[in-house]
């Protein structure tokens, strides 16, 4: 029987051409000379052929799927839409019709694997939007992202393991494994996936302004499935696991893509310098879709109205509105980059359109900046350059009596900030914590609070000033809820963060070290509170937090993680 399925898999690639082929039972088979794949009626691929063996077995296999229950994947028909050659190399475009979208594949000749993209026709709310594929676990026996190359965690590890919650387990030995030790952010998504020995499968994103987000998006990459066992090789195309979901309306016929699905020896370095092609030629000159090819170009500089260039300042282009934070945002296209030293920025391949564009301080010698630049209406044109000339970023004029972090959305630079992903990294950090300003150091502050206790900030004041009230800042890197905290100036309760005053964005009990969500938090204090010629304190006292630090310290993970705290007159 075996030897049946083997010689029926040779010659369904017996053409050096891609092709794509219907059986008598309803079913299709695609593909090209060096791989092949049945998809079945339902929604998924559940066979694949590469180098003579068959790489899903039990597992599950390749498909899309939506939070949204409305969102349905069902294949329906398909359709090729374009044959053709590139530099004399055959390709065939198809998709797999379904009432959410297209579902393409794009197939070269003596292509290792084929591009991907998907339109969206019946998708309106996307929700947590992905395709991926669920492999066999005896042949895909590891995972690698931009920061962790290892064995994935057994299916044994599971089953043995107490359960801690949101995919999350406590091995007998005391240490913890969960699927977010595995992800990344989106910015690194150059090429990701999952190998064994002698075979590979990765994603490679050679442009990535079809995913929502800024540059602080993160999301999962690759994991164990906990049920099953499969390889887990996911493309979060619209993610939302480390900030509060939002529904949202998608711009009509969205493209996602194309990415390269990409399969090989197993080898990371011949994935990188696949990756290293793509974005050479990308935008991908054979996709015929006008709207994707009408791009044009943006530069402009950020100048801070106290003179300064805005040097390394992050900036994002995205929806001209204001209704969602730039974090937020995806019914559309997005471009995330950086300043030059002096400012000055130049983006080229923006697909046309009408764009908002919103800046913030990325630290460096603007790390004391903690507003925004945003302005809207940003058109580019297809071919064109918009040259916004040089753009005035006000900036607050108070004098700053201390200022602990960097303006930045992060932890970096706090006592763990940045750390490889590790859940429970938090019971290191102390119940109680003082910072004296002028003595202590960033890295004396931990990068997240979730024990109940006090965090305090003493520092001097010795001469008055005539402003009648001083400005508090809390910036705060991400927030998960459940973490409730006082903020006192001197003993003086000036604001509560708890559930009801944050959303969650699950950052904090996710492994995360970096960022989440980012929050903004300005409190105005009468001046009055302060003690001149004495020592004054600010005060983050954290009262409850909905654990009760248990072995498996299931919910302890709460609480706010830190970007900068500063206090102005």
Not at 63 to 85: L, P, R, W
């Amino acid at each position: 029987m075996l030897l049946f399925i083997t010689l029926l898999a040779l010659a369904s690639i017996s053409s050096a051409k891609p092709f794509l082929e219907q059986t008598s039972d309803g079913n299709w088979n695609y593909g090209n000379d060096v791989w092949n794949a049945t998809q079945r009626k339902s929604s998924r691929t559940d066979k694949l052929w590469y180098k003579n063996k068959e790489l899903i077995g039990r597992s599950v296999g390749h498909y899309y799927s939506s939070s949204v229950a409305g969102n349905n994947f069902t294949i329906t028909s398909a359709h090729k839409t374009q044959e053709g050659d590139l530099d004399g190399v055959p390709y065939l475009d198809f998709y797999f019709e379904s009432q959410a979208g297209e579902q393409h594949w794009v197939i070269f000749e003596g292509q290792h694997g084929a591009y991907q993209y998907f339109v969206t026709t019946g998708m309106i709310n996307p929700g947590e939007f992905r395709s991926l594929w669920r492999l066999d676990n005896r042949t895909f026996t590891h995972g690698h992202n931009s920061v962790r190359d290892k064995a994935l965690p057994s299916l044994e590890d599971h089953l043995t393991g107490e359960f801690v919650f949101d995919s999350t387990y406590k091995r007998p030995d005391g240490t913890y494994i969960t699927k977010y030790d595995f992800a990344d952010f989106i910015h690194n998504f150059d090429y990701y996936g999952v190998y064994g020995e002698g075979f590979g499968s990765w994603y490679i994103h050679a442009g990535k302004d079809y995913f929502n987000g800024d540059h602080l998006r993160q999301e999962l990459t690759v994991h164990r499935e906990v049920n099953t066992g499969d390889v887990v090789q996911l493309n979060m195309l619209h993610g939302v696991h480390f900030f509060g979901p939002r529904n949202i309306t998608l711009l009509e016929r969205k493209l996602y893509g194309p990415w390269l699905w990409y399969l090989n020896s197993g080898s990371s370095t011949d994935a990188a310098k696949i990756a290293t092609q793509g974005k050479a030629n990308w935008p991908y000159s054979w996709l015929e879709n006008d709207s994707y090819h009408s791009r044009g170009t943006l530069k402009g500089r950020l100048v801070l109205s106290d003179g300064r260039s805005a040097s390394k300042a992050a900036v994002f282009l995205g929806d001209d509105s204001a209704t969602l934070s730039t974090l937020r945002q995806g019914r559309a296209y997005y471009y995330n980059f950086y300043t030059d030293d002096d400012g000055y920025f130049e983006v080229g391949n923006i697909r046309s359109g009408t764009y908002g564009l919103v800046a913030w301080s990325n630290g460096s010698s603007i790390a004391d900046v903690g507003t925004n630049y945003t302005t809207y209406g940003v058109k580019i044109g297809a071919d064109e350059t918009t040259d916004l000339g040089s753009l005035n970023w006000e900036v607050s004029n108070r004098t700053t009596i201390f200022r602990l972090g960097d303006f930045d959305r992060t932890t970096y630079g706090f006592k763990f900030g940045g750390a490889p992903r590790e859940y429970g990294l938090t019971e290191l950090c102390p119940a109680e914590l003082v910072y004296e300003v002028g003595t202590s150091t960033a890295t004396d502050w931990c990068y997240a609070q979730t024990k109940k206790g006090n965090w305090t900030i003493k520092f001097p004041i010795q001469e008055q000033s005539s402003a009648k009230e001083v400005k508090l800042i809390l910036s705060l890197a991400a927030y998960s809820q459940g973490g409730n905290f006082h903020i006192l100036v001197n003993d003086n309760q000036i604001a509560t963060i708890n559930s009801s005053t944050l959303s969650n964005d699950g950052a904090l009990y996710r492994s995360c070290t970096v960022a989440g969500e980012w929050r903004y938090l300005e409190y105005a204090v009468d001046a009055s509170v302060l003690r001149v010629g004495d020592t004054n304190t600010v005060t983050i006292w954290l009262y409850d937090n909905t654990g009760k630090n248990s072995e498996t310290m299931g919910t302890t993970q709460r609480g706010p993680m830190y970007d900068a705290i500063a206090l102005e007159w």
